[in-house]
C-alpha cells in the first residue's frame, strides 16, 4: 500500500499506511468469504444477511446455518404457500398437515387454517413451541391466520421382549 503513496508523501503519512495495513489485514482469503461452504463460521451471520434468511439463530450448529443459507433462495420463491411451512418446520425434524378453511368439515372462518403437527419423537418444550410459531408465522401465506394447532407427540418407544416361567400355584383371594 506504501507504493500507491505520492513521492512527496510526509514521514507521517508512511507511518499511518503501514499502521493501516497492519489493521486491515485479513486472515482469511476475501474469496472465501463469499462462499457459503468456505466461510469461516464466524462469517455465517453476515451471510445470512446477504441471502436474507429469515430463520437465524447463532446457537444452530454451522452444519445447519450453512443449510438454511443454501436453502434461502428456495423459500423466498415458495414463501407465503403451504410448502414453505411443510418445509421450513421439516428442516428441524418435523412433520405438518397444513388445513385451509375450505378445506374442513364443516367449513371454517374464512382465512384461517389449522397445522397438525407431527415431532416425530423430538422433545417438546416452550422454547420449541415459541420457534414453531414463529416458524409458521414467518412462512405461512400473508392473508390466512392459524386458528388451530395441533400437536401430536409420539414417543420413541424400544420394544422389549421379557420372559417368565410359571409354576402351578394357585393364589386365590378373597374380598369381604
Not at 421450513?88 to 397438525?116: D, K, R
Request: net charge negative.
Amino acid at each position: 500500500m506504501s507504493k500507491l503513496l505520492p513521492p512527496n508523501s510526509t514521514q507521517f503519512e508512511r507511518n499511518v499506511t503501514t499502521i493501516a495495513e497492519k489493521n486491515t489485514a485479513l486472515t482469511v482469503e476475501i474469496k472465501t468469504l463469499s462462499s457459503i461452504d468456505q466461510a469461516p463460521d464466524q462469517f455465517l451471520p453476515f451471510l445470512a444477511w446477504q441471502y436474507s434468511v429469515d430463520s437465524w439463530d447463532t446457537d444452530w450448529q454451522p452444519s445447519l446455518q450453512r443449510q438454511l443459507i443454501k436453502k434461502s433462495f428456495r423459500q423466498h420463491q415458495i414463501k407465503g404457500t403451504r410448502t414453505a411451512v411443510r418445509e421450513v418446520l421439516a428442516q428441524f425434524g418435523y412433520t405438518c398437515v397444513f388445513q385451509e378453511w375450505f378445506e374442513t368439515n364443516p367449513i371454517g372462518t374464512p382465512g384461517t387454517f389449522t397445522l397438525t403437527l407431527d415431532l416425530n419423537g423430538l422433545e417438546l418444550t416452550d422454547g420449541t413451541y415459541a420457534e414453531v410459531n414463529r416458524l409458521v408465522k414467518d412462512a405461512k401465506p400473508a392473508s390466512r391466520h392459524l386458528t388451530n394447532l395441533i400437536i401430536n407427540v409420539q414417543p420413541i418407544c424400544i420394544p422389549r421382549v421379557g420372559t417368565g416361567c410359571h409354576s402351578a400355584e394357585t393364589v386365590t383371594i378373597f374380598v369381604e
